[in-house]
Nanobody
C-alpha cells in the first residue's frame, strides 16, 4: 500500500509560479511511475503530467508543455510539479497518483493505483 500526500497549493496571480510536492510512503515508491492530475470545478479530471520510475521519461498534456515540469527525488520519496507562467485556467484541485506498472509513464488515469487527497491551486487574473 502506498499513501500519497500533496502539498504546495495556494492562491497565486497569473504569470507566477508554484511548486507542488507529493510525498509517498512505502518502499516501492522508487519503482512506480507517478502522475499529476487536476480537476477544475464542473469539469472532469484530466492528466497533467507523468514520470517514470527513473525520471528519464515524462509525459505532458499539451496545455502545460513548456510551462510545467514534473520531476522526482527517489531518495526523498517525493515527486514534484513545478508550475510556471500560471494561467487562470490552471485553477483546479491537483492530485498525484502512483502506477505500479513498469514502463513508460501512462497518461491514462485508469492505470494509476494509488491517489492522494489533492491540493487546491487557484490562479487569479
Amino acid at each position: 500500500q502506498v499513501q500519497l500526500v500533496e502539498s504546495g497549493g495556494g492562491l497565486v496571480q497569473a504569470g507566477n509560479s508554484l511548486r507542488l510536492s507529493c510525498a509517498a510512503s512505502g518502499r516501492m515508491f522508487t519503482s512506480y511511475a507517478m502522475g499529476w492530475f487536476r480537476q477544475a470545478p464542473g469539469k472532469e479530471r484530466e492528466t497533467v503530467a507523468a514520470i517514470n520510475w527513473s525520471g528519464k521519461s515524462t509525459y505532458y498534456t499539451d496545455s502545460v508543455k513548456g510551462r510545467f515540469t514534473i520531476s522526482r527525488d527517489n531518495t526523498k520519496n517525493t515527486v514534484y510539479l513545478q508550475m510556471n507562467l500560471l494561467k487562470p485556467e490552471d485553477t483546479a484541485v491537483y492530485y498525484c497518483a502512483a502506477d505500479r506498472r513498469v514502463g513508460v509513464p501512462s497518461p491514462f488515469q485508469y492505470d494509476y493505483d494509488y491517489w492522494g487527497q489533492g491540493t487546491q491551486v487557484t490562479v487569479s487574473s
